[in-house]
């Protein structure tokens, strides 16, 4: 397989955050009992009219700028004619020849190195409803809440020569678009989803080969596992003289493999002309300078400032703009500490992260704040307490037992600093101990940290160790 390479591009559907749906007032949350958020434009009764949601072109705006993409001044809505039981007017509203946002790039890494992926294209489109299969026993049911949900679907080039360059393409925009907060993200609800074209080449070769369409991938996971399945049934296909027929396909995660829905369409085949019940959208220069002014400051400005400004390595500044959630929480616990970033930034990558892990939650939901992180770290910083207490007090701190101030001073876990206080525990640990000292002085190095340790643990942990350091091995070479 190694005389292969498999060609990919990315179709990403992402559901805006807009309060209604993209033509009508009905409202898109989710949840709701079937057909109880579906208005007569939702359901196409003869002579309703649709009516352009302009939030949801400003999300669109907003995301070709986050992308330095081409935005038109003129862009046209068309009708893209396919039956579905679930598609009530018979087609779909969406953008073809002219969309409103146009060629853009988005940089992603993949290990230690860096590849710009072009971006074709970015359109507005309204979401079909849902067919419920088993409703009923020997029946399916049509929900038509989802009808009319403004979509903005991102076209890629077929530039990605990987599963892990596809997976970390959809993961920068999945942080993308909720930084920029044009989307909230949730896959479980279908608010990001994916569909994958994928097809394999000789290397070498310049002609693309045939495609096929992965459609409705809602995971990272699945998108891997789906990409790398049916690299190898193609690469398999073509080498036992089989030939690819273009298709779309869909991904079973229990079996892990991917398999054919049926025959890819291809524009024409959906006879799309411009809708006339819509007016071209047009877009002036004042209206991008005003959405402009409303972005936030973009992951990679901000990663590039951290290390600017804070002396952060790239890993570090890259793991603190993963998302806007944790970027947040770092620049406000940084700003009420005032201490030293690499500090801070240890901790909010370290034990911070570790307990979300662990429990399940989401930042917003840690129970200890950028200010009660920033108590406790001043507290490591003034050597009030040591870093190996410090997370004793954070995992008091995190089952709610109150400040770092409070703990510390309940608990008793104020750091010793005082030299005569430590020598005397040193004293007592050298003299229960003169093995050790015998081994340490005969060049075993190890015998001086078995010293520190004791000498640690004869003081609970309260010692300061750069000072148990220092008095030992001025009392070793004595």
């Keep these: 397989m190694s005389s292969w390479e498999v060609v990919i591009g990315l179709e990403t559907h992402v559901q805006l955050n807009t309060k209604s749906k993209i033509f009508s007032g009905s409202s898109i949350a989710f949840g709701a009992e079937p057909n109880t958020q579906a208005n007569v434009v939702d359901i196409a009764l003869p002579g309703v009219l649709p009516v352009l949601n302009k939030e949801a072109v400003q999300c669109a705006i907003r995301f070709g700028l986050a992308v330095n993409a081409e935005i038109a001044p003129r862009s046209v809505f068309a009708r893209k004619n396919y039956f579905y039981p679930d598609l009530p007017k018979g087609y779909q509203i969406s953008q073809y020849e002219l969309p409103v946002v146009g060629k853009g790039t988005l940089t992603i890494e993949v290990g230690d190195s860096e590849k710009i992926i072009n971006i074709t294209r970015a359109h507005l489109e309204e979401d079909a409803g849902k067919s419920v299969h088993g409703a009923s026993p020997g029946q399916s049911g049509i929900d038509l809440n989802r009808a009319g949900t403004p979509l903005l679907e991102i076209v890629t080039e077929p530039d990605m020569r990987s599963a892990a360059e596809a997976v970390a393409y959809a993961r920068k925009l999945h942080e993308l678009v909720q930084w920029i907060n044009i989307c909230d993200g949730n896959m479980q609800e279908g608010s990001f989803r994916c569909d994958v074209n994928v097809s394999v080449r000789r290397k070498g070769e310049e002609k693309f080969g045939t495609r096929r369409e992965i459609k409705n991938l809602n995971s990272f996971r699945f998108m891997q596992q789906a990409i790398e399945y049916e690299t190898r049934w193609q690469i398999e296909t073509l080498e036992d003289g089989g030939k690819i027929e273009q298709a779309t396909v869909l991904f079973n995660p229990d079996t892990g493999e991917t398999r054919a829905m049926r025959s890819k369409e291809e524009a024409n085949d959906y006879r799309y002309f411009p809708d006339p019940d819509l007016l071209p959208l047009a877009v002036s220069a004042a209206d991008i300078d005003v959405i402009r002014a409303t972005l936030p400051e973009l992951p990679s400005a901000m990663k590039a400032r951290f290390e600017r400004e804070h002396g952060l390595s790239t890993y570090d500044a890259g793991a603190l703009t993963a998302s806007r959630a944790i970027a947040d929480y770092f620049t406000a616990t940084l700003q009420v500490f005032g201490g030293e970033a690499k500090l801070a930034a240890n901790w909010v990558m370290g034990n911070v992260s570790a307990k979300?892990?662990?429990?399940?939650?989401?930042?917003?939901?840690?129970?200890?704040?950028?200010?009660?992180?920033?108590?406790?770290?001043?507290?490591?910083?003034?050597?009030?307490?040591?870093?190996?207490?410090?997370?004793?007090?954070?995992?008091?701190?995190?089952?709610?037992?109150?400040?770092?101030?409070?703990?510390?001073?309940?608990?008793?876990?104020?750091?010793?600093?005082?030299?005569?206080?430590?020598?005397?525990?040193?004293?007592?640990?050298?003299?229960?101990?003169?093995?050790?000292?015998?081994?340490?002085?005969?060049?075993?190095?190890?015998?001086?940290?078995?010293?520190?340790?004791?000498?640690?643990?004869?003081?609970?942990?309260?010692?300061?160790?750069?000072?148990?350091?220092?008095?030992?091995?001025?009392?070793?070479?004595?």
């Excluded at 709610?400 to 020598?423: H, N, P, S, Y």
């Excluded at 525990?425 to 093995?435: P, Q, R």
């Design 356 to 478: 979300l892990n662990e429990e399940g939650r989401v930042i917003a939901d840690a129970p200890v704040s950028p200010a009660l992180l920033a108590g406790l770290l001043k507290r490591i910083a003034d050597n009030t307490i040591s870093s190996k207490i410090a997370k004793d007090v954070f995992e008091a701190m995190w089952a709610g037992e109150g400040d770092a101030d409070a703990i510390i001073e309940r608990k008793g876990l104020k750091q010793v600093t005082d030299t005569g206080a430590i020598e005397a525990i040193v004293d007592e640990v050298l003299a229960a101990n003169a093995a050790m000292v015998e081994e340490f002085r005969a060049g075993k190095d190890k015998a001086f940290n078995a010293l520190v340790g004791q000498t640690m643990k004869a003081s609970k942990g309260k010692a300061n160790p750069a000072q148990v350091n220092e008095i030992l091995k001025r009392k070793l070479a004595g």
